[in-house]
């Protein structure tokens, strides 16, 4: 399977399976430091490349496709999860904006790897079965994905800044 990939391909592929790795990670390790900052910034390198050589990969369909419809969403959650850390002051919420866009963007990255999966291991015979196999696989992974990301979402900043008050002026919380 890898000996007739493209370079393209080969590079998406390669970046998908260590963006994969890098965003389990990611999920599990803490939110802060200089850990997570690095492994923030290849992640994010590393999917903008991924989403630039999902759109030179088309022996899919052999032409323009919902892969390719995702690769540019997924670009655009990818740069709305950096904006608030590039900006001067941040926003008061921009640990919230961060997480949600750059949390979603990896369901993005898992659904499209485990479709490609399955398309090429289910025998589907119709573009019709591929599309209903599609669907299916992005509706149940959103729907996990939905779960988690609201589970682990971070605390907003105002509960953050109410507790730190309550806790200088030592009433019990």
Same mark, same amino acid.
Request: aromatic fraction near 10%; include cysteine; proline fraction near 5%.
């Given at each position: 399977?890898?000996?007739?990939?493209?370079? $393209?391909?080969?590079?998406?592929? %390669?970046? &998908? @399976? =260590?963006? *994969?790795?890098?965003?389990?990670?990611?999920?599990? /390790?803490?939110?802060?430091?200089?850990?997570?900052? $690095?492994?923030?910034?290849?992640? %994010?390198? &590393? @999917? =903008?490349? *991924?989403?630039?050589?999902?759109?030179?990969?088309? /022996?899919?369909?052999?032409?323009?496709?919902?892969?390719?419809?995702?690769?540019?969403?997924?670009?655009?959650?990818?740069? *709305?999860?950096?904006?608030?850390?590039?900006?001067?002051?941040?926003?008061?919420?921009?640990?919230?904006?961060?997480?949600?866009?750059?949390?979603?963007?990896?369901?993005?990255?898992?659904?499209?790897?485990?479709?490609?999966?399955?398309?090429?291991?289910?025998?589907?015979?119709?573009?019709?079965?591929?599309?209903?196999?599609?669907?299916?696989?992005?509706?149940?992974?959103?729907?996990?994905?939905?779960?988690?990301?609201?589970?682990?979402?971070?605390?907003?900043?105002?509960?953050?800044?109410?507790?730190?008050?309550?806790?200088?002026?030592?009433?019990?919380?």
């Amino acid at each position: 399977m890898i000996a007739h990939l493209t370079p $393209a391909g080969a590079i998406h592929v %390669v970046l &998908a @399976m =260590l963006c *994969l790795l890098v965003g389990f990670i990611q999920f599990l /390790r803490p939110k802060r430091g200089a850990a997570h900052r $690095a492994r923030g910034y290849f992640y %994010v390198y &590393a @999917m =903008l490349v *991924l989403d630039a050589a999902t759109l030179l990969v088309y /022996r899919f369909t052999g032409q323009f496709n919902a892969f390719h419809v995702a690769a540019i969403v997924n670009f655009t959650l990818i740069v *709305l999860a950096i904006v608030p850390l590039l900006c001067n002051p941040r926003s008061a919420n921009w640990r919230t904006t961060h997480y949600y866009f750059i949390a979603w963007s990896y369901p993005s990255l898992i659904s499209a790897g485990v479709i490609n999966v399955v398309a090429r291991l289910v025998p589907l015979t119709t573009r019709g079965q591929v599309g209903l196999m599609a669907l299916l696989v992005s509706i149940v992974i959103t729907a996990i994905a939905y779960i988690l990301i609201r589970k682990y979402r971070p605390a907003s900043e105002a509960t953050t800044m109410a507790t730190g008050l309550v806790e200088q002026s030592g009433l019990p919380s």
